[in-house]
């Protein structure tokens, strides 16, 4: 009775490859040459992950990457089944070769901590360039420091008000 429903569902849709995927999943013919292995590779994931061999992610993995028009395709479904197989199959480790999967795991490592380290540098360079242009500005305006008083008010302007009550003359 489960499967008559999904077969008649699946029957009433146009002849798409994703139908004629999901057909043969049905039917237990996921051999077939008509069958989407990327569709099958999340399917098998979903439901019996037994079934998810080298051979399937292999397949999976050269269907997507021989396809060049990836998010240009009109199915949004077979978009989204393809990248999340794509991403499945790199956090499991089915590559062809481990060595590039070791690579892609140490770039994403010190990729992430060169990202925080630019990260900070670039913001503390910034607060720090920021704050010397209004020191020099302070001490180029007479009336402008009569206004602001001392260092020490800038830098409260800043949210760094422990320093701020140093109360440092310019």
């Known amino acids: 009775m489960e499967g008559k429903w999904m077969a008649s569902v699946i029957d009433a849709r146009s002849r798409t490859p994703t139908t004629l995927t999901f057909e043969g999943i049905l039917n237990n013919n996921v051999l077939g ?3 989407q ?3 099958r590779y999340i399917f098998e994931c979903l439901v019996t992950n037994d079934k998810v ?3 399937l992610s292999l397949s999976a993995w050269k269907s997507i990457c021989s396809n060049s028009n990836l998010l240009d395709s009109r199915d949004d479904f077979l978009s989204i089944v393809r990248l999340v197989a794509f991403d499945s199959i ?4 089915i590559l062809i ?13 010190k990729f992430t901590k060169r990202s ?3 990260a900070w540098f670039l913001s503390t360079g910034a607060l720090s360039f920021v704050l010397f242009e209004l020191v020099t500005l302070l001490e180029a305006n007479s009336t402008l420091q009569a206004t602001v008083g001392n260092f020490g008010t800038i830098l409260g302007i ?3 008000s422990a320093l701020g009550q140093l ?3 310019v």
């Open 33 to 35: 040459t008509n069958i």
């Open 37 to 39: 292995p990327e569709v």
């Open 53 to 55: 061999n080298e051979n």
């Open 90 to 93: 790199i956090e499991r480790n």
């Open 97 to 109: 070769d481990n060595a590039r999967t070791s690579l892609y795991e140490s770039f994403a490592i």
């Open 116 to 118: 925080k380290y630019f």
């Open 158 to 160: 800043f949210g760094i």
């Open 167 to 169: 109360n440092w003359r």
